[in-house]
């Protein structure tokens, strides 16, 4: 057993207002400069929809994450001799047009503009040419366009749902569409790191955080085929490749990332999983309907004192240990299992997990678009769903509806208990019921009601000590090398890198 830990993440779909503010606070931070304008690490985008940037789900355009080949898998787009192969031109990579082009406009006309017939305006102009140019796309353009036919109905996701299913969702009193925030995955298999050609990339030990070393970087650009997520660009100025770093610096001084400290809808938790790395293989190369089941499997319970035991023989501090105990991922995702991860079938084993979205699910407006609450229940039915069941799980669950189902059943218990125990208006039967069919008895009905709606910042966010003084150990003594190559690290970089 190859013990690891992992910084991972859950977002509470349900809480998702679409407000955008975590994106803004990570472009203030990180990628407000030359070269990065059209970089969003973090975005939020509206479903159903094509997103950013466009039809990043297509894997038949991009080429992008991992394929089956028999017991093993294999880079579906990237690799040595595809990558040899495409050296001179890839055509599996989006382009500026597919992000969008990034623009200002010219406030200062409004200032210096001389005296005239016409009022002045700020006209747009390209960040990258400086020349006007006329706005087509901008990275959250189909923002609330729930039922558009430019966005909304070229989904990738609709490849499972029947032209009558797809038409039902689009009709206009019963238009359905719900936000999915996304940055990077820190998977446990990632492609991008897989197919860089020049090592550049990398996950690092102690909490799985995905980087780009911006010194070996040569601009191969495989890492952004590689990603089915797109979560790596290319900054045209500085020649480089770029990524979410996950905020590692605030993480390391005990600060949640910028996204999510900065959540309006407070929908995001971040803590530590322990993980098997000897089960990697097995878990990418599985069949797609063993997936997510594999992958779940693939987290250790922090609790066991055998996992306990051997965690510590790996090399994890005892505190990062407490800190999967407390984790908040731990319960949404293995204990009470009502967060998944998104796309599996890219087979890089994603670290962020999502809880499904209910609402607007689970509402009902009548014929006349009246709000309608008059089923058997005060809830309607999951089988009464207005988003599909099917799309939700082709987004979470490769295509499998049962899991979904079972997260949703849980989910309509906790609302049925905490109705029956606040107001108690509901047949005590009927919540009986519910409860044996979710599998969850009062107690975690209760505490998933708790760490959903009334969760404090600190047990949203559980994030454990930075161990610096383990890093000191890899630098040099100073007094002892004076003299040499200055100060640094114990193995000095070879020549030409």
């Known amino acids: 057993m190859d013990i690891r830990s992992q910084i991972s993440m859950v977002f509470h779909l349900d809480k998702c207002i679409g407000c955008h503010t975590c994106s803004v606070a990570c472009k203030n931070i990180w990628t407000d400069r ?20 466009t039809k990043w789900e297509d894997q038949d355009i991009y080429q992008g994450g991992w394929e089956k080949n028999g017991d093993t898998v294999s880079l579906k787009g990237a690799g040595k001799l595809k990558g040899l192969k495409n050296i001179f031109h890839n055509p599996n990579m989006p382009v500026l047009d597919d992000y969008y082009h990034p623009w200002r406009y010219k406030y200062e006309d409004l200032f210096t503009s001389p005296e005239g017939d016409d009022q002045p305006i700020g006209r747009a102009v390209s960040l990258i040419t400086g020349e006007p140019m006329e706005i087509k796309a901008g990275p959250n353009w189909d923002d609330d366009l729930g039922g558009s036919p430019d966005y909304a109905r070229k989904d990738t996701n609709f490849k499972s749902l029947s032209n009558a299913e797809q038409e039902a969702m689009f009709q206009l009193e019963k238009m359905t569409m719900m936000y999915l925030p996304r940055i990077c995955n820190h998977c446990l ?16 030990g102690e909490d799985g955080v995905v980087l780009i070393n911006q010194e070996r970087c040569r601009a191969w650009r495989m890492c952004v085929t590689a990603c089915p997520y797109k979560k790596t660009y290319y900054n045209w100025s500085s020649g480089k490749s770029e990524k979410c770093i996950l905020c590692y610096p605030r993480l390391e ?6 996204c999510m400290h900065s959540c309006v809808g407070r929908i995001r938790y ?6 098997d790395a000897d089960k990697i293989h097995e878990v990418a190369s599985c069949d797609e ?6 992958q779940l499997d693939i987290y250790l319970d922090p609790n066991d004192p055998k996992v306990i035991e051997e965690a510590k023989k790996c090399g994890i501090a005892e505190s990062t240990i407490k800190a999967a105990q407390d984790s908040p991922v731990y319960k949404f995702v293995k204990e009470w299992e009502i967060a998944l991860p998104l796309h599996p079938e890219f087979r890089t084993i994603p670290n962020l997990f999502y809880v499904p979205p209910m609402l607007p699910g689970m509402a009902q407006v009548d014929g006349d678009g009246v709000y309608e609450s008059s089923s058997k229940s005060l809830f309607p039915s999951i089988d009464e769903n207005r988003l599909p069941m099917k799309y ?3 987004l979470f669950s490769a295509g499998d509806t049962d899991i979904v189902r079972k997260v949703y059943d849980k989910m309509m218990a906790v609302k049925v208990h905490r109705r029956a125990e606040t107001v108690g208006d509901l047949p005590q039967d009927e919540v009986k019921d519910l409860m044996a069919k979710a599998k969850i008895n009062g107690d975690s009905a209760n505490a998933i009601y708790r760490l959903t709606s009334l969760a404090t910042f600190e047990e949203r966010f559980v994030i454990p000590p930075a161990h610096r003084e383990e890093s000191i150990e890899m630098l040099e003594a100073t007094a002892e090398f004076k003299g040499e190559n200055g100060f640094g690290f114990k193995e000095r970089p070879a020549r030409g890198l």
């Not at 991008?192 to 090592?199: L, M, N, R, T």
């Not at 309907?289 to 594999?294: F, G, R, T």
């Open 392 to 394: 939700i799980a082709s």
């Open 189 to 204: 298999n990632p492609a991008c790191v897989a197919s860089c050609p020049s090592g550049a990339l990398y996950k690092r």
């Open 34 to 53: 030359k070269g990065a304008e059209y970089m969003w690490w973090n975005n939020v985008e509206t479903k159903p929809g094509t997103g950013y940037p």
């Open 253 to 258: 001084s005990g600060q949640a990332p910028a």
């Open 289 to 294: 309907k063993d997936l997510v089941d594999k």
């Open 270 to 275: 971040l803590g530590v999983m322990l993980y």
